[in-house]
């Protein structure tokens, strides 16, 4: 059964760093795309960033580019995501997703993740100012 656990969230200062990993269990790991979505309170799930089940191409949002980083490890089956700079606008629990060969340039405009085959349980990143 597929799974995918998140872990890394917790609570940090403004401009401090956090990493998220996300671990992949029960489907061939380099045949997913993985992605970073997340989701404030009130607000709709937006998408974070994503890697490509190669590896080679990473997609971000706007509002995290240059302060972010995607990157996965094939060998552990794990997808990280680290975030320095963190800002309070940053404050959202955080989904780590898998598509089967997934494209990454079309998440940057599929915020809701429509084409995602399998979502995460979510950390939660707090960043106070």
């Known amino acids: 059964q597929e799974q995918l656990v998140e872990s890394g969230g917790g609570t940090v200062q403004t401009g401090e760093s956090l990493r998220l990993s996300c671990s992949s269990s029960g489907h061939t790991f380099t045949h997913y795309t993985m992605a970073w979505y997340r989701q404030a309170p009130g607000k709709e799930r937006e998408f974070v960033a994503a890697?490509?089940?190669?590896?080679?191409?990473?997609t971000y949002a706007d509002s995290v580019k240059g302060r972010f980083t995607v990157s996965r490890d094939d060998a552990k089956n794990t997808v990280y995501l680290q975030m320095n700079s963190l800002k309070p606008e940053d404050t959202a629990a955080y989904f780590c997703?898998?598509?089967?060969?997934?494209?990454?340039?079309?998440?940057?405009?599929?915020?809701?993740?429509?084409?995602?085959?399998?979502w995460g349980t979510g950390t939660l990143v707090t960043v106070s100012s």
């Open positions: 997703a898998s598509e089967a060969f997934g494209n990454p340039w079309s998440y940057l405009s599929n915020g809701a993740g429509t084409t995602i085959d399998y």
């Open positions: 890697i490509r089940f190669d590896g080679v191409a990473t």
